[in-house]
Structures are given as structure tokens and as C-alpha cells.
């Protein structure tokens, strides 16, 4: 699972987490994942609002649920990727 990418949709950022700012989002298939908005971790310079799409990585199953440790915003690139994808499951 850790080389796989989730795409899900950002529910809340946190602005004083215990270990920082992080992000609640949600998933389809694996339900709620958070993320941490240290740089190591989320890509991008902007950070994150409700309702964006972000595509998050390396995930891992923590006793609080699953954490990401690699995310960024959703791309259009992504979104071809995605309809390739499905393509080739049918």
C-alpha cells in the first residue's frame, strides 16, 4: 500500500496539532487520512483548504488511523492519469 496514490478531498487543517499543522481528509476506499503540513511531508508551497482535492502518498495504518507521509495538491495531469486507469480495469 505504501507505493500506492489516494486522491481525497481535505476536510480540516489543524493550525496547532500537537507535532504541528496538519490535515484531515477523506478517502473513498480507506476513509480518513491525515497529513502533516511540515515541509518534508506536503510539496507544495500554498497550503491546503477545505474542499481541495490533494493526492497523498506513502501511506501508513497508525493506532489513531492512517497517516500520510507525502502530499500535494491534485493536478490535471492526475486527472488523465485517472480516466487511463479506468480505461484499462473495464
Avoid: C
Avoid at 6 to 26: E, F
Avoid at 81 to 88: A, I, L, V, Y
Wanted: overall charge positive; cysteine-free; proline content about 4%.
Amino acid at each position: 500500500m505504501e507505493n500506492e496514490s489516494y486522491t481525497a478531498v481535505v476536510q480540516k487543517v489543524m493550525d496547532n496539532g500537537k507535532h504541528g499543522p496538519y490535515v484531515v481528509a477523506t478517502n473513498e476506499k480507506i476513509g480518513t487520512i491525515t497529513f502533516s503540513l511540515e515541509p518534508l511531508v506536503w510539496q507544495e508551497k500554498g497550503r491546503p483548504e477545505r474542499g481541495n482535492i490533494v493526492v497523498l502518498s506513502e501511506i501508513r495504518k497508525k493506532r489513531a488511523g492512517w497517516r500520510a507521509n507525502s502530499g500535494r495538491f491534485f493536478r490535471p495531469s492526475d486527472e488523465q492519469s485517472e480516466t487511463k486507469h479506468s480505461k484499462e480495469l473495464k
